[in-house]
Structure formats: C-alpha cells, structure tokens
C-alpha cells in the first residue's frame, strides 16, 4: 500500500465496501470472462503468430514490451484488462458494435463487441472516481445491475453455463473484511499508475508519429521537385525526337525523290535488257547466299543484271538501296 495513504480512508463501511465488491466483479469474473472469449476466438498456439503480424504490419508496437513478453508466454490467466481488449478489438475477428471501438455503445446493443466495450469503460470510470472508494447504495445497486447483465450477455456468447453470474450474486452479499477492501482499493490505485504510464507512453508515440509524418511531408516534397525536373527532362527529350523526325523526314524524303528518279530511269532501261545465261546464274545464287558480287570485263553486262535483279526484288516489295564504293 501506498506510503503516507492513511488506513482511516480505507476504514471498512457500507460505502468503501460497496466500492471494494464493484473492483471485485471488475477484477474477478468481468476479467475472466474476456480472458474465456478471448480463448474462444484465438487458441494460445495462434495468439503468438497473429500478435506478431499484426506488430509488423503496423511496424510500431502498439503494445508494451511487457505485454508482448505476456503474449508470448500464451498464459491468459496473466492478461489483464488493458491487454486483452487490445487484442480483442485488434487481433480477433469480432465485428465492431454499431458506434464502433472505442465508442460508448448504445444500451440497446447486446453484441460481444458492445459488452467487451462495457467492461472497459466500466473499469475506467473507476479511475475517475478513485478518490471517493466509497458508494451510495443507489449508486452500488446501479452499477452492480450493469455489471451483471454484461456477464449475463457475454455467459450467453460463451454457452459455457452460468458460474459466474452465479459468481456475482455470492460476491454482492459476500463477507469482506478491511484487508480485502483495502487490496481492491490498492488494486485499483496500481492500475491508475499503469494507465497513466501508458497514456504517457501514447504521448509519446504520438509525438513520434507527428515527426515521422513531417519528414514524409518533406519527402513528398522532394519527390514533386525531382518529378517537376524530370517532366522538364522529358518535354525537352520530346522536343528534341521532334526535331530529329523533321530531319530525318527531311533527308528521307530528299533519298526517296533521288531513289525514285533512278528506279524509274531503271525501269527505262529494262525495255531493252535481254536475260542471259549469266544473269540466271546470279539469279540463282542470289536465293542461297546473303552477298553475291558480280564482276566481269568492262561492258560484259554487270550494272545491267544488277539493276534487273533488284527492280524484281523491289517489286516483291523488298527494300533496295544503292552502294557506291570506288575500288
């Protein structure tokens, strides 16, 4: 117990023992039956992998250190409320209630969601009224209704019976003396620190998470500048192809009236060529081999086959250039 928490504060009455039998239904069956649903929805061997995923999908922890070690040890029994809502809004496949985690559902929804949601805010309000450890009997007989039918409703998801409703109705009438109201009391005041810390470790994470986005922002900037450089590098690369096409449209069109002018004086001059023997022979060999040269005296005929050759391949539709090389 804490140093300097005078003993008269936590002096047994009605009111701190009415206090001290709502931390024992939050602490006792509330906290065993998430610890069951959760077993239900994910066996220990599994728990491990999901966590696990789960952790490098979101790259941060979003858990402790401490509680990462709990999961896996894969004891349920070592979970307490702050863990094992995490994991059953997180990891489970349990659909969201119609105002969705984290929100107060409405009091007409009897999903497991909406009860799971109940158990934590039910132990959360004890920590805004952790100065008082002491309830009116209206007060006590409220929350107690609420805390059972939760327990009712989860009991019946569950299927597995009725042992801690029947749990509930022994500890509202159970005997307590000042030692047990005095542990629930501490109990309570323990998991405010814990809540706290973890609300400052939040802090934290996100302080974190503000700077990492900051440097994203200046990344993104940087990105649009060298994407605004490279559509410039682009534009000029187009404007430069487009004038290369003009010239080269330029000097092809230039080739083709020349090419033209030649063929058609090829054509002239094939009225009055006469096919002979050599010219079949070059013929031939032009079917077989890739380079054939033709040579022969001076006025024996040689530009004449070659210019018969290549209209009848140009015909065809083949492509035909002229080399000239002086020898």
């Not at 002491?134 to 019946?156: A, G, P, T």
């Amino acid at each position: 117990m804490r140093e300097g928490m005078s003993l008269s504060k936590y002096k047994s009455n009605r009111g701190t023992t009415h206090f001290a039998r709502i931390a024992r239904a939050l602490l006792g069956p509330c906290i065993d039956l998430l610890r069951e649903v959760l077993a239900k929805e994910i066996s220990p061997p599994n728990l491990e992998r999901k966590v696990k995923d789960y952790i490098r999908l979101k790259r941060k922890p979003p858990i402790s250190e401490k509680q990462k070690q709990l999961v896996y040890n894969k004891r349920y029994s070592d979970f307490d409320i702050t863990l094992l809502y995490f994991l059953l809004r997180n990891i489970c496949s349990i659909s969201p209630h119609k105002n969705k985690w984290g929100n107060n559902p409405e009091n007409t929804d009897n999903s497991v969601s909406a009860n799971i949601e109940r158990v934590r805010i039910s132990r959360n309000e004890w920590y805004g009224h952790a100065t008082d450890f002491s309830l009116s009997d209206s007060d006590f007989e409220r929350k107690w209704n609420h805390i059972s039918q939760i327990v009712k409703e989860l009991e019946c998801y569950l299927g597995t019976g009725t042992k801690y409703q029947d749990t509930l109705i022994l500890l509202k009438t159970d005997f307590m003396d000042t030692k047990s109201i005095e542990l629930y009391i501490d109990t309570l005041l323990t998991d405010i620190t814990n809540l706290k810390e973890g609300f400052e470790g939040l802090q934290t994470d996100v302080t974190d998470i503000k700077e990492s986005l900051g440097e994203l922002q200046a990344e993104i900037t940087y990105m649009k500048e060298g994407f605004g450089e490279l559509q410039t590098g682009v534009t000029h690369l187009k404007e430069d192809v487009e004038e290369i096409k003009k010239s080269n449209k330029i000097s092809t069109t230039q080739e083709s009236r020349i090419e033209k002018a030649i063929f058609d004086q090829w054509k002239q001059d094939e009225v009055c060529f006469i096919l002979t023997k050599a010219c079949e022979e070059v013929e031939k060999l032009f079917k077989s081999r890739s380079l054939v040269i033709v040579a022969g005296h001076s006025g024996s005929g040689k530009s004449a086959i070659i210019q018969h050759i290549a209209l009848k391949y140009r015909e065809q539709g083949w492509t035909v250039k002229r080399v000239k090389k002086n020898l």
